[in-house]
């Protein structure tokens, strides 16, 4: 959507490989979630971030409010993370989620 | 942990047609959503719930019902199904609506087709 504002739209990587994912949001987002949707269409929980900066193994997400942005960062990418990277932002406390278009990510061998 | 159930997990129908998708958390969540997915769109919110009998629009309600029978359930109406239409429907479950504690937690969908 346009208030959420995902970037690239899709992405091919080499195995081993590092990349960045963006989202840009046109709303005061007070949270920030990213999931991965997977080819059977299951969304996986990958972060939920206040403002600040989380790491999960390969993954690593920053929430910057103030410069309204959220990046999710892939170290050394496998071929089981291929599939669509959704951001979602929460505005003022709503508890209603906001979806970017996703980004749909593949994984070469 | 918990999980949410969604059924069924296709459904077809008839244009004009009035089709009911239910959802079931034990998580113990207190609020519950229904999304809707497009084909390589994001997910848009139809209605949510922030407890039993409490019910709220979300930004795509028109064309839908929705009720909330007990805290662990939330079930959604889609009024009169449009002749072609082709969509995935999500519930989710959050502990609290904003705040800390709001993180949402996704069933694996219902797949709607109307012939």
């Known amino acids: 959507g346009d208030k959420v504002k995902q970037s690239p739209s899709a992405l091919s990587l080499q195995e081993g490989t590092n990349s960045a994912l963006r989202c840009n949001f046109s709303i005061a987002a007070t949270t920030v979630q990213w999931f991965l949707q997977n080819p059977r269409g299951s969304l996986i929980n990958l972060f939920y971030l206040v403002p600040g900066t989380k790491e999960n193994g390969r993954l690593k997400s920053t929430f910057n409010s103030k410069e309204s942005y959220s990046t999710l960062h892939i170290r050394d990418a496998q071929l089981e993370d291929s599939g669509t990277y959704f951001c979602a932002a929460e505005g003022g406390n709503t508890g209603k989620l906001t979806f970017g278009d996703g980004t749909v990510l593949t994984v070469k061998p | 942990g918990g999980i949410i159930t969604q059924t069924p997990k296709f459904l077809i129908g008839q244009e004009g047609q009035k089709l009911t998708l239910k959802c079931q958390q034990n998580?113990?969540?207190?609020?519950m959503y229904w999304y809707r997915q497009d084909s390589g769109k994001g997910l848009r919110l139809i209605y949510y719930?922030?407890?039993?009998?409490?019910?709220q629009k979300g930004d795509l309600s028109e064309g839908y019902d929705a009720s909330r029978e007990k805290k662990s359930s939330f079930s959604l109406t889609v009024t009169s199904a449009q002749k072609n239409e082709m969509a995935v429907f999500l519930c989710?479950?959050?502990?609290?609506?904003?705040?800390?504690?709001?993180?949402?937690?996704f069933g694996p969908g219902t797949r709607l087709t109307v012939l």
């Open positions: 989710a479950s959050s502990p609290l609506t904003g705040g800390a504690r709001a993180e949402q937690f």
């Open positions: 998580f113990n969540h207190d609020t």
């Open positions: 719930s922030i407890t039993e009998n409490d019910l």
